[in-house]
């Protein structure tokens, strides 16, 4: 069984400081893992994925993430907070059916002025 | 290109009533998924589908139904409304193993 840990149900920052959002998963398979974004009142939208190539993962706005398969994480980093990135941000794993996409509880940034 | 649409955007219902709510999707996503959002909380999967024909429950598949006749379409069906079902429900779709792409939600408020 897979599952995901994001160990921060709440992150707040001070605009142009560094983010680090964390991300801990169990899988039994060879996982894909995702990180979307949800801005209030609005759907999920996704900011980067790893599927088995590069471990360090650049995505969209800025955001980076490194695979790392020893300690199972697979943290969400910014080297710089903007306002427009408070949003709440989860952490997803899956196998390579893709059947089974497992979310995490979610971890609300908040970026302070 | 419109991607994953859900309708409608928003919907009150009475106790007891039913409802569809719809999603579809242009990509030609073999998989489709239905997921509920409560309130400060993360997604819960309630059901799927790989293909046109073949669906499965989640997580939380009680009190829903659905059926996938066509690649694009797949809509949930709720029969008989209860408060607890008040959430946001999203649609996605995706390619095996690849990832989601998300509608923009449908918010069903049960009174």
């Known amino acids: 069984a897979q599952s995901v840990t994001q160990l921060d149900s709440h992150v707040s920052v001070s605009e142009g400081t560094p983010v680090l959002l964390r991300c801990n998963y169990s899988?039994?398979?060879?996982?894909?893992l995702f990180w979307y974004v949800q801005h209030p009142n609005k759907g999920l939208q996704l900011l980067l994925k790893?599927?088995?190539?590069?471990?360090l993962v650049k995505g969209i706005n800025g955001f980076e993430a490194e695979f790392k398969k020893s300690e199972t994480s697979f943290h969400l980093t910014k080297p710089s907070a903007h306002m427009s990135d408070a949003a709440e941000y989860f952490c997803?794993?899956?196998?390579?059916?893709?059947?089974?996409?497992?979310f995490g509880p979610g971890t609300r940034l908040s970026v302070l002025p | 290109n419109a991607g994953v649409t859900q309708t409608p955007k928003f919907r009150i219902l009475k106790i007891g009533q039913s409802m569809t709510l719809q999603c579809t999707q242009d990509?030609?996503?073999?998989?489709m998924y239905w997921y509920r959002q409560d309130p400060g909380m993360g997604l819960k999967l309630i059901y799927y589908?790989?293909?046109?024909?073949?669906?499965d429950k989640g997580e939380v598949p009680n009190g829903y139904n659905v059926s996938r006749s066509t690649t694009e379409d797949f809509p949930l069906r709720l029969e008989l409304a209860a408060p607890s079902q008040t959430s946001v429900y999203f649609c996605?779709?995706?390619?095996?193993?690849?990832?989601?792409?998300f509608g923009p939600g449908t918010r069903l408020t049960v009174l």
């Open positions: 996605a779709s995706s390619r095996q193993g690849r990832e989601q792409f």
């Open positions: 899988s039994s398979y060879s996982p894909s």
């Open positions: 790893y599927t088995s190539a590069a471990t």
């Open positions: 997803v794993v899956t196998d390579n059916y893709g059947q089974n996409f497992v």
């Open positions: 990509m030609n996503h073999n998989y």
């Open positions: 589908s790989v293909g046109a024909g073949i669906t």
